[in-house]
C-alpha cells in the first residue's frame, strides 16, 4: 500500500462547475496535510494546508480533512480554466519526523 | 526574492560525472527538504535536514547521492558518477517547524 493514494486522473470538470480531489494516507499518526498545484515543468505551488478534522476555506478552495477515515480531499468551486494542473497531495508524518510524503498527483483539465 | 532558490535551474551532464546542486531556503526556515519528481510522478522524498542535522535518508537513495547543509543554512546535493536513471527534476523545500513547506524553482538535471 501507498502512504498518499491519489487518483492519478485526468479528472475533466466543466468551466464554472466544482471539482472535487481525494487523497488518502496510510499512516494514522499524520498530522499536516497539504495540497500542491502544480503547472507543467514549474515546481509545486501551496494552495491549502489544514490540521484538524473539519473543513477549512479560503477563497474558491476548501480542504476537507477527515483522520478516522485517513482521507482529505480538495473541492474548486467555480473552476477555472487556469485551474488545470496536476493537484498533489503531501502528508506530513508524526511530530518530531516531520517527513513530507507525497501522492502521485490528480491531473485536472477544466473544460471551457 | 525572499523564496526558496535552486541552482543551477539546468544541467546537462555527460554519464559518470559528479554534479551538485545548491538550495537556499527561506530566511529562518529550520527544515529542508530535497525530491526527486519525473515526469508524471509525485515528488520522491530523498532527505530532509532539521538545521544541519540530517534526519532522514530514504532507503532508495543510493550511495552515490549526498547532502549536507553546514551551518543550517543553505544545502547541496551531489550525485556521483551520474547515470541516465538519475534525469529528473530535483526539488528543493523549506518550513518552518511543522508550517507549510515552499518549494523552490526545481534544478532539472540531463544525463546524456
Known amino acids: 500500500q501507498k502512504e498518499v493514494e491519489q487518483n492519478s486522473g485526468p479528472l475533466s470538470v466543466p468551466e464554472g462547475a466544482i471539482a472535487s480531489l481525494n487523497c488518502t494516507y496510510s499512516?494514522?499518526?499524520?498530522?499536516?496535510f497539504f495540497w500542491y498545484r502544480q503547472y507543467s515543468g514549474k515546481s509545486p505551488e501551496l494552495i491549502m494546508f489544514?490540521?484538524?478534522?473539519g473543513d477549512k476555506e479560503d477563497g474558491r478552495f476548501t480542504a476537507q480533512l477527515n483522520k478516522a477515515s485517513q482521507y482529505v480531499s480538495l473541492l474548486i468551486r467555480d473552476s477555472q480554466p487556469s485551474d488545470s494542473a496536476t493537484y498533489l497531495c503531501?502528508?506530513?508524518?508524526?511530530?518530531?519526523?516531520?517527513?513530507?510524503?507525497f501522492g502521485t498527483g490528480t491531473r485536472l483539465t477544466i473544460i471551457p | 526574492d525572499t523564496g526558496v532558490s535552486q541552482n543551477p535551474r539546468h544541467k546537462i551532464t555527460k554519464r559518470g560525472q559528479n554534479v551538485t546542486f545548491r538550495c537556499d531556503p527561506i530566511?529562518?526556515?529550520?527544515?529542508l527538504y530535497w525530491y526527486r519528481q519525473t515526469l508524471g510522478q509525485g515528488p520522491e522524498f530523498l532527505t530532509y535536514?532539521?538545521?544541519?542535522?540530517?534526519?532522514?535518508k530514504s532507503r532508495l537513495l543510493s550511495d552515490r547521492f549526498s547532502a549536507e547543509r553546514p551551518k543550517g543554512s543553505f544545502s547541496t546535493l551531489e550525485i556521483q558518477r551520474t547515470e541516465q536513471g538519475d534525469s529528473a527534476m530535483y526539488l528543493c523545500?523549506?518550513?518552518?517547524?511543522?508550517?507549510?513547506?515552499?518549494f523552490g524553482q526545481g534544478t532539472r538535471l540531463t544525463v546524456v
Open positions: 523545500a523549506s518550513r518552518k517547524g511543522f508550517t507549510e513547506a515552499f
Open positions: 499512516d494514522r499518526g499524520s498530522q499536516s
Open positions: 489544514i490540521y484538524s478534522n
Open positions: 503531501a502528508v506530513g508524518s508524526n511530530f518530531g519526523n516531520e517527513k513530507l510524503t
Open positions: 530566511s529562518e526556515h529550520n527544515r
Open positions: 535536514f532539521q538545521n544541519e542535522a540530517q534526519l532522514e
